[in-house]
């Protein structure tokens, strides 16, 4: 028998057959990507975003929520990605929502205002 060829003639290892990855799905309703969401990409000003700040189910520590956007995941993860970074920590952006690690709520609310938004505080 030669040498790289199993008993049925075919080439063995990873580069054999090449029908997995040729798949394609049907979809009859819905969209082709079941995680993309149909929320329009608003400008800035004409959205009043709130920003709180909550304790609640984490375990005590303080965390600036930012709700209210309607904007696509990418353009929201790149604001999150900003914010992030003028006030120097973590987060992590959800549906329609920033959620930023510590108290940043009067920062966060003068860097919205700046970008356009309408930004209030909400809550104490």
Known sequence: MAKGKSKSGAKSGA?????????????????????????????????????QVSRKGRGGKTVTVITGFQHSPATLTALAKQL??????????REDSIEIQG??????????????????????
């Open 15 to 51: 580069g054999g057959d090449s029908r997995a990855t040729d798949r394609h799905v049907y979809r009859e309703f819905g969209p082709a990507d079941p995680m993309a969401r149909g929320v329009p990409d608003r400008p800035p000003n004409q959205q009043a975003v709130r920003v």
């Open 84 to 93: 992030k970074a003028q006030c120097g920590t973590g987060g992590t952006a």
């Open 103 to 124: 108290d940043h709520a009067q920062k966060l609310v003068e860097l919205l205002v700046a970008k356009g938004y309408q930004a209030k505080r909400s809550g104490g």
